[in-house]
């Protein structure tokens, strides 16, 4: 940002918003494709469960061997001058967890573990605590079915040794019934979460009540990839990561994340690295003890019936978050719990658009529960042509973090202590629908953002917000943490809708260089326009078409705004 440009208002407005990062560089940020290696560079060894036998040579499709413990084997042994393929019958099911470790794939020749065999049935292993473990760079994980009801996760990819652990697929997998044990007649997402017992399915607390449980950890759940090293081993961190065309169903805690122990520091996390003891080495503005993962893309995911959050990237330099759908997100949710639907963590360069967010639950006093999040230390992102819709927390969380930063001397005496916010701005809200969210019993929560503590500098430009007119008062706009202020956010061009008569309101008192600009307001009540002091408000001449069905992303192109759809609405600024 230019330094002379010390708050927004109506006069310095365009003049503020051009000195935003141009969205080029997010937009036309280059993240490489993954290998496409030939078969003829590959030695491929079948697996069968119910005809293999390990002592046959498994290179005969005709003669496979049985267990993965086999393959764990032949995985260590192989030397890689040639690719290997570790393939499993479709429809065969492996009742043991299996780990892939202990070998050096080369990235042109990454280690394949997939199906063969005719039908559309995958091949299942069934995991006792982890279905699949996965250390080791270079390795796709393609077509498999993963469960295990009492397993931590189904398919964990993690780092054992110091530095990066580098071009990881996992690809056309379903994920289901990971530490989530249901017992009820119907199907989790066809079940209201007010019917069931959620300390059943996957309880906060073991049996003493006190040692914390299963449902505790976000590195519990679907497809999980922490860089979990300490201090003994050294700093690690994952680059060139494809997480594409999964389900993840019925998991607990979480759908699929990319997760970080080596991202805190001033203002982020907890603002030191908890994995990094002594004082100077997290020296703050030195930034010790933080490592940040590189080059991420997460698209074509559908997560349904999450325990609490369904998709999380955090920690990423350069990132594409697309076409992902989740439903049913927090379905565990419960008291002391901050769960959402698809959201990111302290990423820097990220593209998030084409994305479904849907009926995120907010029971049983759990918090939070927006279909979308731009959380603590989010900056450069443009996040577009997303669709929230139904979420019972809201449409949009955008919120920061304070940390206590501990200043030492050279011989590790205390000499300051500073309160530090994570370094959130800079970013992009355009092109979006936002529909029917919030819930009736609390009317805070918002249908279009909830704002929480210091976030600086962001454009919310060309969104539609329809708001459902049963929730009377509802918040547009809502400051919900009041000890700290937020600034320059300026919104631009949007559209506030209600299909009936309705009053939105702001509740945005911590708000400071807040403008609205060129807005169009229909059917929402005056007061919101009046407390707007959108100068250049339209309060008529504008219709708008809402779809007969909103499920379902095809369904953010029926929306239209006076025979235009809203991705059509956006001037020169599509992403």
Same mark, same amino acid.
């Given at each position: ?106 990235e042109k020749l990454p280690l ?207 990132s594409v978050i697309e076409n ?84 030492? #001397? ?5 000499? !300051?202590? =500073? $309160?530090?916010?994570? /370094?959130?701005? @800079?970013?992009? +809200?355009?092109? &979006? ?87 169009v307001f229909i059917n929402v009540? #005056? ?5 707007? !002091?959108? =100068? $250049?408000?339209?309060? /008529?001449?504008? @219709?708008?078409? +809402?779809?007969? &069905? ?26």
């Amino acid at each position: 940002m230019k330094e002379n440009l010390k708050s927004c208002n109506q006069d310095n407005l365009k003049e503020f918003v051009a000195s935003f990062p141009s969205m080029k560089k997010v937009t036309n940020m280059k993240i490489k494709n993954p290998v496409i290696p030939s078969s003829d560079e590959y030695i491929t060894c079948y697996f069968d469960s119910e005809t293999g036998d390990d002592e046959n040579d498994g290179k005969d499709i005709r003669f496979p061997k049985k267990t993965l413990r086999e393959a764990e084997r032949i995985i260590k042994a192989h030397d890689y001058k040639k690719g290997l393929r570790i393939l499993l019958k479709k429809g065969a099911r492996f009742y043991e967890d299996f780990t892939l470790a202990g070998y050096s794939a080369k990235e042109k020749l990454p280690l394949i573990v997939s199906s063969y065999g005719d039908g559309e049935n995958k091949p299942v292993i069934v995991g006792e605590k982890c279905a699949i473990s996965l250390c080791e760079s270079n390795t796709v994980i393609d077509g498999l079915e993963v469960t295990g009801k009492n397993a931590y996760q189904g398919i964990y990819v993690t780092c054992v040794r110091k530095g990066a652990v580098k071009n990881i697929t996992v690809k056309n997998c379903y994920v289901h019934d990971v530490n989530f044990e249901w017992n009820y007649e119907k199907a989790a997402k066809d079940t209201d979460p007010d019917l069931i017992d959620v300390e059943k399915v996957c309880p906060e607390f073991e049996e003493d009540k006190k040692t914390y449980g299963r449902y505790r950890f976000r590195n519990h759940g679907g497809i999980i990839m922490l860089n979990a090293t300490t201090e003994k081993e050294g700093a690690s961190w994952f680059e060139n990561v494809y997480i594409i065309n999964n389900v993840v169903e019925n998991v607990a805690r979480t759908g699929i994340t990319i997760y970080s122990r080596w991202s805190d520091k001033a203002g982020v996390g907890y603002g030191f690295n908890k994995s990094v003891k002594g004082c100077r080495k997290n020296d703050p503005e030195k930034s010790t003890g933080y490592y940040e993962h590189k080059n991420v893309v997460c698209s074509f995911n559908k997560v349904v019936c999450a325990g609490g959050d369904a998709i999380v990237v955090s920690s990423v330099k350069n990132s594409v978050i697309e076409n992902n759908v989740s439903e049913y997100a927090n379905y565990l949710g419960r008291k002391n719990y901050w769960n959402a639907g698809i959201w990111v963590f302290n990423v820097n360069n990220c593209l998030f658009r084409f994305n479904e967010a849907r009926n995120t639950y907010m029971r049983k006093g759990s918090e939070d529960a927006q279909g979308f999040d731009l959380d603590n230390c989010c900056r450069n992102v443009v996040f577009c042509n997303n669709y929230s819709h139904h979420n019972e927390g809201g449409g949009l969380l955008m919120c920061n973090n304070r940390t206590v930063v501990k200043k030492y #001397d050279k011989n590790g005496n205390l000499v !300051e202590e =500073e $309160k530090t916010n994570g /370094k959130w701005g @800079s970013n992009y +809200v355009f092109n &979006n629908v936002f529909a029917y969210n919030g819930n009736k019993r609390d009317n805070r929560r918002s249908a279009f953002v909830t704002i929480a503590r210091e976030i600086k500098n962001v454009l919310l430009k060309n969104n539609l917000v329809v708001a459902d007119y049963g929730i009377k008062n509802q918040s547009l706009a809502e400051t919900e943490d009041k000890s700290q202020y937020c600034y320059g956010l300026v919104y631009k061009n949007n559209v506030f809708y209600s299909e009936k008569e309705t009053e939105l309101k702001l509740t945005d008192d911590m708000a400071k260089d807040r403008v609205f600009f060129g807005n169009v307001f229909i059917n929402v009540g #005056d007061s919101i326009v009046f407390s707007s !002091e959108d =100068e $250049k408000a339209i309060t /008529k001449g504008v @219709s708008v078409t +809402v779809p007969k &069905n909103t499920n379902g992303f095809e369904n953010y192109y029926g929306y239209k705004i006076d025979g235009v759809t809203v991705g059509e609405f956006s001037d020169k600024e599509k992403c």
